[in-house]
Structures are given as structure tokens and as C-alpha cells.
């Protein structure tokens, strides 16, 4: 039995991402504030409607997933960290510490918090472990606007680095890479091309990908994720580009 969890996963790159593994014969569980409807109606493909930034309920739902599966009956066991919120945007002393609050919780802290409980639920198995991070080139490169958005990123593509030289010594131990999808045509382009001047200076540019049909198809990057999550050489500890698995 193979099995995959996904984040973010009732639309853009997560929505692809459960639908591409759900074509490859995996177990998909799928994790997000709203529920497709028609990847729901998929055989072996469920949905959970969980608010990641619930901690709480966060790890409780993916606890109860793992625990409902006998791990002696898993080749693999996967878990893809697609949830993620560019808001919000502006300059720092301009930014609502709410909204503050909400972004580092579910770029950074939910996905430590869900990792810690995938790999305390598989500790000792002989499972095949492996988790794919989402981050983004922001996490290399200061964007004026997006101080909340680019630290998170960091933050997470270190947190990846860490767990990957941790579970190294670990007997059977789980693997994990960051995985950058560079710009793709979603909900999420098109917010930030919604933003203002004084919010995002780099606004001209982003539109610009959109006029020069320069997104890609989430489609497309989630085939390339795939590939990277199933590889036979697995890029531990690795921040990879979508461009490496690309046909």
C-alpha cells in the first residue's frame, strides 16, 4: 500500500499534486480549509477539512489518518507540506500583527508541528518515509513586501536541512527535501498581482509572467513534485528546483 498526505491540497499545486499521485495507485489523504468536491469523489482519495493554522486539530487529523492504517501494510509512506500563505504583503511597521501571526503559523509552524507527528507516528516502521517541503526562491532572495513570507520560507527550507541530518542516524529513518516550484498560474499569482505599488515594488515583473505566459501549469510542477517525492535517488536534505525534474 502506498500513501500520501498532502497539504493545501483542494486547489492549485496541491489540488495537481493529489491528483497526479491518486494516478499513480497512492492512498491520498488530503488536507485544506475547503474540499474538492471532485478529487473527493475519487476512489482511494479523501479529504479532511482542517484550518492548518488549528494546530491542534492539525496534528490530531493527521495522527488519526496514520493511526488508521496498520504501518506493516505500508511500502510507503509519504507527506507533501503544499499549504502556504504569501499575505501579508507590505512593508514591515505597515503589516497587522494577526495577519503576522497566521502567515508564520501556517508557512512555518504547522509544517514543523505535522512533521513531528508523521515522523513520532512512523518511528521504528520499515516504512518508506519521505516529506516533500514546498518553499520558493523568496527563501534566498529578499522581495521588498514579502519580509513574512521570504523568513518563513527560510525557515522552513532549514527546518527540512535539520530533520534530514537528524533522521540520518536514525535506523530506517525518514527522508525530506524543499521543493522550489518557481511561478505557476494560481490563486496565489493572482493575489499578488492584485497588490498595489506601495505594498509590492516588484508588482511590474509579476504581472509581466502573466502577460508573457511565463506560469507554468500547476499541472506541469506537480508531475516534476511527483517525480522528486518517488525518485529512486531521493534529494535528501536538498533544496531542489522544479527545473531538475522537469521533462
Same mark, same amino acid.
Given at each position: 500500500?502506498?500513501?500520501?498526505i498532502?497539504?493545501g491540497?483542494?486547489?492549485?499545486?496541491g489540488?495537481?499534486?493529489?491528483?497526479?499521485?491518486h494516478?499513480?495507485?497512492?492512498?491520498?489523504?488530503?488536507l485544506a480549509?475547503?474540499?474538492?468536491?471532485?478529487?473527493?469523489?475519487?476512489e482511494?482519495?479523501?479529504?479532511?477539512?482542517?484550518?492548518?493554522?488549528?494546530?491542534?486539530?492539525?496534528?490530531?487529523?493527521?495522527?488519526?489518518?496514520?493511526?488508521?492504517?496498520?504501518?506493516s501494510?505500508?511500502?510507503?509512506? /509519504?507527506?507533501?507540506?503544499? #499549504? +502556504? *500563505?504569501?499575505?501579508?504583503?507590505?512593508? %514591515? $511597521?505597515?503589516?497587522?500583527?494577526?495577519?503576522?501571526?497566521?502567515?508564520?503559523?501556517?508557512?512555518?509552524?504547522?509544517?514543523?508541528?505535522?512533521?513531528?507527528?508523521?515522523?513520532?507516528?512512523l518511528e521504528?516502521?520499515?516504512?518508506?518515509?519521505?516529506m516533500?517541503?514546498?518553499?520558493s526562491?523568496?527563501?534566498?532572495?529578499?522581495?521588498?513586501?514579502?519580509?513574512? /513570507?521570504?523568513?518563513?520560507? #527560510? +525557515? *522552513?527550507?532549514?527546518?527540512?536541512k535539520? %530533520? $534530514?541530518?537528524?533522521?540520518?542516524?536514525?535506523?530506517?529513518g525518514?527522508?525530506?527535501?524543499?521543493f522550489?516550484?518557481?511561478?505557476?498560474?494560481?490563486?496565489?499569482?493572482?493575489l499578488?498581482?492584485?497588490?498595489?505599488q506601495?505594498?509590492?515594488?516588484?508588482i511590474?515583473?509579476?504581472?509581466?509572467f502573466?502577460?508573457?505566459?511565463?506560469?507554468?501549469?500547476p499541472?506541469?510542477?506537480a508531475?516534476?513534485l511527483v517525480k522528486?517525492?518517488?525518485?529512486?535517488?531521493?534529494?535528501?536534505?536538498?533544496v531542489?528546483?522544479?527545473d531538475?525534474?522537469?521533462?
Open positions: 500500500m502506498k500513501l500520501a498532502v497539504t491540497a483542494s486547489r492549485g499545486l489540488a495537481s499534486v493529489v491528483e497526479t499521485l494516478q499513480q495507485g497512492f492512498i491520498v489523504h488530503g480549509r475547503s474540499i474538492s468536491e471532485d478529487l473527493a469523489n475519487l482511494n482519495v479523501y479529504f479532511h477539512q482542517v484550518d492548518l493554522t488549528d494546530l491542534s486539530l492539525a496534528e490530531k487529523t493527521l495522527k488519526t489518518i496514520l493511526q488508521s492504517i496498520p504501518t501494510e505500508l511500502e510507503c509512506c /509519504y507527506l507533501v507540506q503544499n #499549504a +502556504g *500563505l504569501v499575505t501579508p504583503i507590505g512593508p %514591515v $511597521s505597515t503589516l497587522n500583527g494577526k495577519d503576522i501571526e497566521t502567515n508564520v503559523t501556517l508557512n512555518l509552524t504547522a509544517p514543523i508541528v505535522l512533521a513531528n507527528a508523521f515522523l513520532q507516528q521504528g516502521t520499515q516504512t518508506d518515509k519521505r516533500v517541503h514546498v518553499t526562491g523568496a527563501a534566498q532572495t529578499p522581495v521588498s513586501g514579502w519580509s513574512n /513570507y521570504s523568513s518563513t520560507k #527560510a +525557515g *522552513l527550507n532549514m527546518f527540512t535539520s %530533520v $534530514s541530518a537528524e533522521q540520518a542516524s536514525v535506523p530506517n525518514a527522508q525530506a527535501c524543499a522550489d516550484p518557481s511561478i505557476m498560474d494560481t490563486d496565489m499569482q493572482a499578488i498581482r492584485s497588490s498595489s506601495e505594498q509590492f515594488a516588484d511590474e515583473r509579476f504581472v509581466s502573466k502577460e508573457r505566459d511565463m506560469l507554468r501549469p499541472s506541469v510542477v508531475s516534476a522528486c517525492l518517488c525518485a529512486s535517488t531521493f534529494p535528501d536534505g536538498e531542489v528546483s522544479v531538475r525534474y522537469l521533462d
